[in-house]
């Protein structure tokens, strides 16, 4: 029997969020139902123009692809990455100096930031997550000026790569931010192209109550490898 990948579920979770049959992605995708049910079983590994039709079939957008690909097929490095970042991954975090952090995607569990982050966004440092942060703690509308539009980019991501995660996690993560009245609204809403291009971030500084633009960064560890991402607001000038 085939052992389903990150990426077979995935696709098949993707499917049913859209309501969709094999038969019927079959017939946008223009394969066959049996290879829909060998890619979501695991059994066959699609090539890239298999993906290609159905990442656009299932409106994957075009940024998160990378990563789906990355987490989901099986690690072709030897060994295993570390679980938390080591004293030199926190030496490096803490050399930068503007706001960063360590954090894991799709769950957003924080893993580390540096000193400039934790004064930003007060109370989101490591074991929190980001998206709790952002539902239940008071000083997140306080921090991000343009808070509704940043919580939509947020939710939307989670929604659309949380097949990748574990269920229980998601289901806790879920279950949390459910507390507050702002979360079903928000995660039935839809996000804008002009929003996901922002070029800056609208934040307003604790200390001074002056607005601050940052551009967003994130990056990707390749070497050494890790199973983070690096998250970066640098300060526009």
């Known amino acids: 029997m085939a052992e389903s990948t990150a990426l077979s579920v995935y ?10 049959a094999r038969a019927e992605l079959a017939t946008r995708t223009q394969l066959a139902p049996l290879l829909i049910s060998q890619i979501e079983s695991g059994a066959l590994v699609p090539n890239p123009a298999m993906l290609q039709r159905l990442f656009d079939s299932l409106d994957v957008p075009l940024w998160y692809r990378k990563h ?3 987490r989901g097929l099986p690690a072709v490095e030897p060994g295993s990455a570390p679980s938390t ?23 957003m569990d924080m893993l580390a930031a540096n000193s400039d982050y934790q004064r930003l966004f007060p109370g989101l440092g490591a074991g929190v997550n980001m998206l ?16 509704t539009t940043e919580a939509q980019l947020l939710v939307h991501a989670f929604r659309m790569l949380s097949p990748l995660a574990p ?3 998601v289901t806790a993560i879920t279950d949390s931010c ?5 979360w079903d609204p928000i995660w039935t809403s839809e996000v804008r192209p002009q929003d996901i291009a922002r070029r800056h971030l609208r934040l307003r500084e604790r200390s ?11 990056y990707d560890p390749a070497f050494p490898n890790r199973p983070w991402w690096l998250y970066r607001l640098i300060p526009v000038r």
């Open 11 to 20: 696709l098949r979770e993707r499917r049913l969020a859209a309501g969709l």
């Open 68 to 70: 789906i690909l990355v």
């Open 85 to 107: 970042p080591s004293a030199e991954d926190l030496a490096d975090l803490s050399s930068l100096t503007h706001p960063a952090c360590l954090a894991r995607f799709p769950t």
């Open 132 to 147: 709790e942060w952002m539902f239940l703690n008071p000083a997140a509308k306080k921090v991000y000026l343009d808070w």
């Open 167 to 169: 269920t229980p996690r």
């Open 178 to 182: 459910g507390q507050s009245p702002d």
């Open 208 to 218: 001074t109550g002056l607005e601050r633009r940052m551009m967003l960064r994130i």
